[in-house]
């Protein structure tokens, strides 16, 4: 038997009505009582339009204000919102469409341009001169069992699968975060990574279970982040890598308020000489481990840990299990989760559920250990692996030997096939100041055993990087 609880936004609107729910850059102000108001509209507007309890509703935008009342529209009507990738190619988008069964797309302004296969599709604009349907009765209540969001995996390996959500994993999602970095009443969690990916999302629904404030951006821009946290008080930022790294130069020999609380690191291993670095500035980075299919983060470091563990994505969220599956000698071998936040699988793919899910465990695909703390390190993911003459090399300890360099900004790795070794690892660099290929060997042959050097090494311009600007490692060798 299902459960259900009254409808989140509904019930947070009666509780914190003038409380900030959605501050923008621009100051503009959305309160939980306008936030409510604001989506049963919409409700009323996309009822006329066709949208109806199980209806499947693509949105393809940038962060805005409008695709917040849509996602809430949505769990007003009981219809399922299918998160797209807005870098997606017209072709990958129309596979997500037939492949999710979209009835209606909601698309911004920048969007509308597409000329996409698909029967209805409307502009926010469009929605908003349509009347209301009058006398529409709205959901009040959530079934947690109920699906609300499909979204696609980023497709590094074979096509990409919709994972689908339940309103059940978004609430245990948001429960096992509270429980392990806690709530503050002076909380506001700054959101520049989209809302189609499942970082951004579970943060906008975080806002209504918690009452909390968030800080929305269209996307990532060091200066303008910078300035929030600075100006404000924004008291968490969930970040991946790249950002970090990005903040940290920016930072310089400033240093962030005491409200900061927070940097949520996650979309995978964060080179360790990158968290030293914002150790000795001071920012309070805490790893975390999790992918679209458990909600966000499943794995998190706890505020006593940030600092003693560095490098550790920390322990499994409290209604969560993680363990390693056939580890190796060294203790390597594939993460696999299991817990209420986790999807329950992916939308008409029998394969892929047979293949991932087995005895009520969900299997990563990546490769991790388990110290005997039950702290989690995150080594790189299984397709990633460059086995070269029978030893197993990771991607990420190159990448990180490499960001060691002052002269590099960036770095990926990949493999090439050799004759002679099965395969090699090959290097792609982003440059901060000029440097030989040779100075970059020598460097790295203080630190890396011969078999683990990158037989090439290649300056680029930029490294392939998805929405949420994880690194594409499958996308290296086309540069």
């Avoid at 309890?53 to 849509?70: F, P, Q, R, W």
């Avoid at 998160?83 to 979209?102: C, S």
């Avoid at 949520?264 to 030293?276: D, F, I, S, T």
Wanted: aromatic share 8%.
């Amino acid at each position: 038997m299902s459960e259900a609880i009254p409808h989140w936004l509904t019930k947070q609107a009666g509780l914190s009505a003038a409380e900030s729910a959605i501050e923008l850059p621009d100051g503009k102000v959305i309160t939980f009582s306008d936030l409510s108001a604001f989506s049963m509209e919409y409700a009323k507007k996309l009822a006329t339009v066709g949208v109806r309890d199980g209806t499947h509703v693509g949105i393809l935008s940038a962060n805005c204000l409008e695709m917040a009342y849509v996602i809430h529209a949505l769990s007003y009507l009981g219809a399922v919102g299918v998160l797209l990738n807005t870098r997606l190619t017209d072709k990958e988008l129309e596979f997500q469409l037939e492949d999710a069964e979209v009835d209606v797309l909601i698309v911004d302004e920048e969007q509308s341009v597409r000329k996409l296969q698909v029967d209805k599709s409307f502009t926010y604009d469009e929605i908003q001169n349509h009347p209301a349907m009058p006398n529409l009765v709205l959901k009040q209540e959530l079934d947690l069992d109920a699906p609300f969001t499909i979204m696609y995996t980023s497709g590094t390996t074979g096509l990409p699968k919709g994972v689908v959500h339940t309103y059940g994993n978004y609430w245990w999602s948001a429960i096992a975060s509270a429980l392990n970095l806690g709530l503050d009443k002076e909380d506001k969690w700054l959101i520049s990574l989209p809302l189609f990916h499942v970082s951004g999302m579970s943060t906008l629904l975080k806002s209504v279970i918690y009452g909390m404030p968030i800080y929305l951006m269209r996307k990532f821009d060091e200066g303008l982040v910078h300035e929030a946290i600075m100006h404000k008080q924004v008291t968490i930022v969930s970040v991946v890598t790249l950002m970090l790294q990005r903040l940290t130069d920016r930072l310089g020999e400033e240093r962030y308020p005491d409200h900061l609380r927070c940097f949520l690191l996650g979309g995978g291993p964060a080179p360790k000489v990158l968290l030293e670095k914002a150790k000795t500035k001071g920012i309070p980075v805490f790893q975390s481990y999790g992918m679209t299919e458990t909600t966000s983060q499943i794995a998190t470091l706890s505020p006593k840990d940030a600092l003693e563990y560095i490098g550790s994505a920390g322990q499994a969220l409290l209604p969560a299990w993680i363990k390693i599956d056939d580890p190796g000698p060294d203790g390597v071998g594939e993460i696999v989760v299991k817990g209420p936040m986790v999807t329950k699988g992916y939308y008409k793919n029998e394969n892929a559920n047979k293949e991932a899910f087995q005895d009520g465990w969900l299997h990563t695909g990546d490769l991790g250990y388990l110290d005997e703390k039950g702290y989690l390190y995150v080594v790189d993911r299984r397709n990633d692996l460059i086995i070269s003459g029978g030893e197993n090399i990771y991607p990420s300890e190159i990448e990180n030997a490499l960001l060691k360099i002052p002269a590099i900004k960036e770095a990926g790795v990949t493999r090439m096939e050799d004759e002679i070794w099965g395969y090699v690892p090959v290097a792609y660099v982003v440059l901060q100041s000029p440097i030989s290929e040779k100075e970059i060997i020598e460097h790295l042959k203080e630190h890396l055993a011969k078999y683990k050097i990158p037989k090439k090494i290649t300056v680029v311009d930029q490294l392939p990087r998805n929405a949420a600007n994880k690194l594409m490692r499958n996308k290296l060798k086309g540069l």
